[in-house]
């Protein structure tokens, strides 16, 4: 049921967010959040990017990197 999807996906990230290297963000994704992320990433050199999600997030999203600076090559975008 759609109830019980939304509620192991909320006890997913609670478990994820437990990791000592996550952090778990409620949210719309902006521009500016996305490139602090990618800074410290692209700093290093090297950089890949999966997005997935619904059509209009993905297109979205991959505005968003290629404003970025991140190379298309650098990106995957997966269809549901």
């Not at 759609?2 to 996906?9: L, R, T």
């Not at 059509?55 to 975008?77: C, E, P, Q, Y």
């Amino acid at each position: 049921s759609a109830v019980g999807d939304c509620i192991s996906a909320v006890r997913g990230l609670d478990k994820l967010s437990e990791a000592s290297d996550v952090e778990v963000i409620e949210g719309r994704l902006t521009a500016e959040r996305l490139c602090s992320e990618l800074r410290p990433l692209q700093a290093l050199g090297r950089c890949r990017v999966v997005v997935s999600g619904p059509a209009s997030f993905n297109g979205a999203v991959k505005g968003m990197l290629a404003r970025s600076g991140l190379g298309a090559d650098a990106v995957t975008i997966l269809e549901a």
